[in-house]
């Protein structure tokens, strides 16, 4: 379970029920394709964001049952719209994928946590909430750990891919808290591995994880297959972290990844020390 790209999430995973995993691939498909066009290649932020109003006005034609206009995309909007006819999904969620992605077009900084969280709420929150739906959980206290597990993966990606996103350039460091610890966009650049930043991230990482421990219990609480693909889930973007406090912090030569290697740990932690 590597937490890369939207591979944060469950992806018609064997685990998975058989009837589910239809609709979690289209989903998958939109969110990537969507993803995709905000990072992806070379073209300028106009044509992006152009690209990124033509998944909005996908999603329109899903909601008033019009046919799609783009031929290239018309097979997975044809696959999304029959799966949100099938399991009453929800399209909000799918439009603040979009919001999401175009904003990272736009926005390069953020000036605090805040602002942060908001892009989290947005990008990875909203895969949550549609997995819920699925296996119709929608009580209040599940969709808010959902949202903390979903925020805290962000977050981890964002932690372990410093190095890559600077070169975009974009920086998901909080601005104040760059400044709070002492580290310039320019000490990013350079990858200098220095106490400041040493203790910059130890404070990200701290908050990380304390965000995916207060959503853990959802891991519990949900039954069946759902409850153990979340558990892994967890499991892997914790581990991230201990790999990020491995190296010393130094994400610029060492990005965590997880292995082959780490998968009988997850598996005996998701078995015995998900919080409950």
């Known amino acids: ?13 064997l685990l998975l029920p058989a009837r589910l995993r239809e609709p979690v691939e289209a ?12 990072d992806e290649g070379d073209a300028d932020a106009d044509t992006r964001l152009a690209e990124l109003a033509v998944y909005h006005a996908g999603i329109d034609a899903i909601e008033f049952r019009m046919p799609t206009n ?7 909007f044809e696959r999304l719209e029959r799966n949100v006819r099938a399991f009453d999904l929800p399209l909000q969620p799918l439009r603040d994928l979009v919001s999401a992605f175009a904003q990272d077009v736009v926005k390069t900084r953020y000036a605090d946590f805040d602002e942060v969280l908001d892009y989290c709420r947005r990008s990875a929150n909203p895969i949550g909430r549609l997995l819920l739906h699925l296996y119709g959980v929608n009580d209040a206290t599940s969709l808010r750990r959902s949202d903390d597990i979903c925020s805290a993966l962000q977050l981890i990606n964002f932690w372990q891919d410093v190095a890559i996103d600077i070169a975009k350039p974009r920086i998901y460091l909080p601005q104040e808290d760059l400044a709070r610890f002492g ?6 650049a350079a990858g200098r591995d220095s106490e400041q930043w040493r203790a910059l991230m130890g404070f990200q990482v701290s908050r990380a994880r304390e965000i995916m421990l207060r959503g853990a219990p959802l891991a519990r609480s949900l039954r069946g297959r759902i409850g153990w693909e979340l558990r892994l889930v967890v499991a ?16 610029f030569r060492h990005r965590p990844t997880l292995g082959k290697r780490d998968w009988p740990l997850l598996a005996w932690r998701a078995l015995t020390r998900m919080p409950a």
């Open 1 to 13: 379970m590597p937490v890369d790209h939207y591979e944060n999430f469950p992806v018609a995973s």
């Open 27 to 38: 989903i998958y498909a939109f969110a990537r394709g969507a993803d995709d066009v905000a």
């Open 70 to 76: 783009d031929d290239q995309l018309r097979p997975m």
């Open 183 to 188: 580290v310039s966009e320019d000490d990013l």
């Open 236 to 251: 892997g973007g914790l581990r991230i972290l201990e790999r990020i406090e491995a190296v010393h912090y130094d994400v």
